[in-house]
């Protein structure tokens, strides 16, 4: 596991991306989530925010 620091956040897939949007799935996909209730720590930059704002009714989110 990464170590988490100041301009990180933790994301966690707890809905599934089966028969969602393609783009959605994606953007979960670019996150690095794999399977349901997996978390990743991601930088915390204008991109990532705007992947997590996306799919936000998929995920999880807390500071790291």
């Known amino acids: 596991m990464t170590m988490a620091g100041p301009g990180k ?3 966690t897939l707890v809905r599934s991306v089966h028969g969602r ?3 959605h799935a994606a953007c979960v ?3 690095g989530l794999r399977r349901m209730h997996h978390s990743v720590v991601v930088e915390d930059t204008p991109a990532v925010r705007g992947m997590i ?7 999880r989110e807390e500071p790291a």
Do not use: E
Request: hydrophobic letters at 50%.
């Open 29 to 31: 996909r670019g996150l």
């Open 9 to 11: 956040v933790r994301v």
């Open 21 to 23: 949007l393609r783009s």
């Open 53 to 59: 704002r996306k799919v936000a009714y998929l995920l």
